[in-house]
C-alpha cells in the first residue's frame, strides 16, 4: 500500500462529507449507537494513536471539538501526522481500509 492510496482514500472522503452542515454530522449512524461525527471523531482517535505507535510516542487523548465542522480539518491533520511517520504498510492499508468504509457507512 502507498501513501497515494490512502490519500486518495482521503481526498474521497472529504469530497463527500467536506461539505456537510451540523445537522448531517448530528445525524445518528446507521446500526450504532452514536452519530456520524461521533463515528469520525473515533476514526480520527485511531488513526492519532496509530501516528503515536509509529512514531514511538505515547497516545493521547484527541480532543473533541465543539464544532463537529471541524472534523474534516482534524482529519487530514492526523493522516497528515501519520503519513509522516512513515508506519508499515499494513497500518497505511488499514487506514484507508477503514477510512472507505466509513465513507460507505455515512
Same mark, same amino acid.
Do not use: C, K, Y
Given at each position: 500500500?502507498? *501513501?497515494? +492510496? %490512502? ?19 448530528? *445525524? ?5 449507537? !452514536? ?7 473515533? =476514526? ?11 512514531? !514511538? ?13 471541524? $472534523?474534516?480539518?482534524? $482529519?487530514?491533520?492526523?493522516? *497528515?501526522?501519520? =503519513?509522516?511517520? +512513515? ?9 484507508? +481500509?477503514? =477510512? *472507505?468504509?466509513?465513507?460507505?457507512? %455515512?
Amino acid at each position: 500500500m502507498s *501513501t497515494a +492510496t %490512502l490519500d486518495q482514500a482521503l481526498d474521497r472522503f472529504v469530497r463527500q462529507v467536506g461539505h456537510w452542515e451540523a445537522p448531517r454530522w448530528a *445525524t445518528p449512524l446507521d446500526g450504532t449507537t !452514536g452519530t456520524r461525527a461521533d463515528a469520525v471523531h473515533a =476514526l480520527i482517535t485511531w488513526v492519532a494513536d496509530a501516528a503515536a505507535d509509529a512514531e !514511538g510516542q505515547p497516545r493521547r487523548p484527541v480532543p473533541r471539538l465543539p464544532n463537529d465542522l471541524a $472534523l474534516v480539518d482534524q $482529519l487530514r491533520v492526523v493522516v *497528515t501526522d501519520l =503519513l509522516a511517520a +512513515t508506519p508499515p504498510p499494513t497500518i497505511l492499508t488499514e487506514a484507508a +481500509t477503514r =477510512l *472507505t468504509a466509513l465513507r460507505h457507512m %455515512l
